[in-house]
């Protein structure tokens, strides 16, 4: 069964007012600006326009991913609702299972968030169309090991709020790096 990502970077989220602060610690718990909420939705809207109805949404356990979300979530609108569902891997800092520290990343990083994922009960060999939430770096790296930095301009930068749609013919396909891009959100 082939499988539709779209990998999208969270939408504003308020700044860091704090000098002093921790950066993992307060940049984990700040929420979306109102900027940020209406791009979300905006976002979730160019989606429903393309035909993308995401059947989970997958986000770093950072509040203004699973916020961007549930606004989408909530904006898409279907019956029963998706999921939103916060995962270690896709989250900021986090350096991969055990097994896989100090070589996490390419089919490393694409296996784990695919075990974590089946472990929530959302297997990604079972789903058709599913939405990551996450941050850069770890977009770039995703798509560094999907093979689809070849398939965007050399310029490209993903804003807030905007993604990329991939597919790949089976999980299988997608985790040895054999997708292609097939559209862009929010640009």
């Not at 784990?112 to 770096?137: C, K, M, W, Y």
């Amino acid at each position: 069964m082939s499988i539709t990502l779209i990998m999208l970077r969270h939408a504003t989220r308020e700044p860091c007012t704090d000098p002093d602060a921790n950066k993992y610690y307060l940049d984990r718990n700040l929420p979306l600006n109102a900027a940020g909420e209406a791009e979300a939705k905006l976002r979730a809207l160019d989606m429903v326009q393309q035909g993308i109805k995401p059947a989970v949404y997958l986000t770093s356990c950072f509040v203004h991913a699973r916020q961007t979300g549930e606004i989408m979530r909530d904006t898409i609108d279907l019956d029963p609702p998706a999921s939103v569902v916060e995962l270690l891997t896709l989250t900021p800092y986090f350096q991969g299972p055990r097994r896989s520290r100090g070589n996490w990343q390419g089919s490393h990083m694409l296996e784990s968030i695919s075990e974590e994922s089946r472990l929530t009960g959302n297997d990604l060999r079972r789903l058709n169309t599913v939405a990551f939430i996450l941050h850069q770096p770890r977009l770039d790296q995703l798509l560094e090991a999907m093979n689809l930095h070849s398939q965007l301009p050399s310029n490209n930068i993903i804003d807030y709020s905007e993604g990329i749609i991939c597919r790949a013919d089976s999980l299988d396909g997608l985790l040895r790096g054999y997708s292609k891009l097939i559209g862009r959100v929010g640009h």
